[in-house]
C-alpha cells in the first residue's frame, strides 16, 4: 500500500483508541443521562441522582463532549491542517472538561455517596479532579503566553485524568475476570485509583518523549 495512504490511517489510530477506552463510561453515562430525562423508577441505586440532578447532568455532558472531541485533539495531520478547527474545538474542550472536573469535585463534597465511595476514595476523587482543573487552567495560561511546549503538556496531562474513566473500567474488568468476584470497598478504590495513575503515567511518558514539557 502506498505510504501517502498509510501514515494517514495511522495518524487515526491515537483518536480512535482514546474513543475506544472512553466507549464504556460514555455509554453508562448515556444510560444515565436518559434514565434522568424520562423519569425511570426511582430506586436506592438512583435516588441520588434524582435527588441532585443538575450536577450529575453537567459531569456526563462534559465528560462526554471532553472525551470525545477531545481525542481528536491527538490527530496530528488533521490538527496542522486545520488550525482554525484546533483552536475553536480546543476552547470548547477546555469549557467542557472544566465543566466535568468542577461537577466532579462539587459532587464528592456535597453528594450522597454510596457505601464504601467515602474515605480513600474520596481523597483518589479530590486528587483527580483537582488535578484535571489546574492542568487545564495552566494550560490555557500557556497558550495565552504562547507557550505551545507547556500547552501540549498541560492538555495531555488534564486529558488523561479525564479519560481516567475508560481505564478504571478495564482495570476493574481485569479483577473481576482474575478473582471471579467483584472487589471490596478498600480494592475498589485502589482499582479507580489505578486508573487515574496509569494514564497520568503513560501521559508523563509521552510528553517526555515527545519533549513538550
Not at 450529575?56 to 472531541?69: C, E, K, L, P, R
Request: without cysteine; proline residues 5%; glycine residues 10%.
Amino acid at each position: 500500500m502506498p505510504k501517502d495512504l498509510v501514515a494517514p490511517r495511522r495518524g487515526w489510530l491515537v483518536p480512535a483508541g482514546l474513543v475506544a477506552l472512553g466507549f464504556v463510561p460514555l455509554l453508562a453515562g448515556a444510560v444515565r443521562l436518559a434514565e434522568l430525562i424520562s423519569g425511570a423508577e426511582i430506586t436506592q441505586a438512583n435516588a441520588r441522582f434524582f435527588a441532585s440532578p443538575v450536577p450529575i447532568v453537567a459531569h456526563i455532558v462534559g465528560v462526554t463532549v471532553y472525551s470525545a472531541v477531545g481525542a481528536f485533539q491527538f490527530a496530528p495531520r488533521f490538527r496542522r491542517r486545520r488550525r482554525g478547527w484546533h483552536r475553536r474545538a480546543g476552547r470548547v474542550v477546555a469549557g467542557f472538561g472544566m465543566v466535568a472536573a468542577a461537577s466532579g469535585l462539587w459532587m464528592t463534597v456535597f453528594a450522597e455517596l454510596p457505601a464504601g465511595d467515602d474515605g480513600l476514595l474520596t481523597v483518589f476523587r479530590w486528587v483527580a479532579g483537582t488535578v484535571m482543573l489546574a492542568s487545564l487552567v495552566l494550560g490555557l495560561a500557556a497558550i495565552r503566553r504562547r507557550d505551545v511546549r507547556r500547552h501540549r503538556a498541560w492538555m495531555m496531562r488534564a486529558y488523561a485524568i479525564g479519560l481516567g474513566a475508560g481505564s478504571q473500567a478495564v482495570t476493574q474488568a481485569v479483577w473481576i475476570t482474575a478473582a471471579g468476584a467483584p472487589p471490596d470497598h478498600l480494592t475498589r478504590a485502589l482499582l479507580l485509583g489505578a486508573g487515574w495513575a496509569i494514564n497520568a503515567a503513560v501521559a508523563e511518558v509521552i510528553i517526555r518523549r515527545a519533549g513538550v514539557a
